[in-house]
C-alpha cells in the first residue's frame, strides 16, 4: 500500500536521512522508534508529502506523491491521509464538532453531512457528549481525541501520527494507545507512528528502529490484542 525508495534528505550540510527503503501493507500498525535526531519526524513527513526528498520516491496506492503537482498533492492528502501530532492544533474559536468538520468541509461536503459524520466520529472517540465545547473547555486527553476524530472523519486510508502522545500523561497515553488499536481493527486502516513511548511501539504489528538517518531494524512484534478504550 505505502512503497517508499531510497528516501533522502540534508537541511544544508546536515544529513538527516540516507537512502531509506521501507514497504508498509494495508491495515498494518508500524511504529518508528529511535533517539532524537534519528531522522523518525523527517520520514515520516516525507511519507506523508509533508516535505520533499531531496532523492528517493513515495508511492501511496500506487500514485507517486512527487509526481503530482502541489495542488493534487494537496487534494490527495485531504482524501488519502490523516494526521495526528504531539500538538493538537485545534482551532480555538472552533467547537470539537466544527474542528472534526474541517477536513469534510475542505473537500466540499455540506454542512450538514459532515457535522453528522463528525458527531459519529467524536461519539467513537467518547466524546458524543463533548461536541459543543471549544479546546479550551476540554482537557489534553479530550483534545487529542479530537484532534484523532478529526484525522479520521474522512476514512483516510492511512493515519500518520508524529509523538501523538508525548504531551499527555501515562493514563491518557494509555488510553490513545488503545483507542489507535480500536480504531485499526473497526475501520482497517494503516497507522504509521513515530513514538518514543516503548509501550505504544510494543503495541503496533512492527517496529522499525532508526538511528543516524537510517532503519536500523525492522521489527515484526507479537500479537495485538485490542482492549476497551479508557475514558480520558
Not at 123 to 146: A, F, I, M, Y
Not at 150 to 171: C, K, M, W
Not at 201 to 212: E, G, I, P, S
Request: proline fraction near 3%; include cysteine; hydrophobic fraction near 45%.
Amino acid at each position: 500500500m505505502l512503497d517508499a525508495q531510497n528516501l533522502s534528505k540534508k537541511y544544508g550540510r546536515l544529513t538527516v536521512l540516507r537512502d531509506v527503503s521501507l514497504h508498509i501493507g494495508k491495515g498494518e500498525f508500524v511504529a518508528i522508534a529511535g533517539p532524537s535526531g534519528a531522522g523518525k519526524s523527517t520520514l515520516l513527513h516525507l511519507l506523508g508529502a509533508l516535505d520533499v526528498p531531496d532523492s528517493g520516491r513515495v508511492q501511496l496506492m500506487n500514485q507517486d506523491l512527487f509526481r503530482l503537482s502541489r495542488k493534487k498533492q494537496a487534494a490527495f492528502r485531504n482524501q488519502n491521509m490523516g494526521f495526528v501530532f504531539q500538538f493538537h492544533h485545534l482551532l480555538p474559536e472552533f467547537t470539537a464538532i466544527e474542528n472534526v468538520c474541517m477536513p469534510l468541509w475542505i473537500a466540499g461536503q455540506g454542512k450538514k453531512e459532515a457535522q453528522a459524520a463528525a458527531g459519529a466520529i467524536l461519539e467513537t472517540v467518547g466524546l458524543g457528549h463533548r461536541l459543543n465545547h471549544k479546546p479550551g473547555e476540554l482537557s489534553g486527553g479530550e483534545q487529542q481525541r479530537v484532534a484523532i476524530a478529526r484525522a479520521i472523519v474522512h476514512r483516510p486510508a492511512v493515519i500518520f501520527a508524529d509523538e501523538p502522545t508525548g504531551n499527555l500523561d501515562t493514563a491518557n497515553a494509555q488510553a490513545v494507545h488503545q483507542l489507535f488499536l480500536e480504531l485499526r481493527a473497526a475501520y482497517n486502516q494503516t497507522f504509521v507512528i513515530v513514538t518514543h513511548n516503548e509501550q505504544l511501539a510494543a503495541m503496533a504489528d512492527r517496529t522499525l528502529l532508526m538511528r543516524d538517518g537510517q532503519i536500523e531494524s525492522d521489527q515484526r512484534n507479537g500479537d495485538v490484542l485490542t482492549a476497551p478504550v479508557k475514558s480520558i
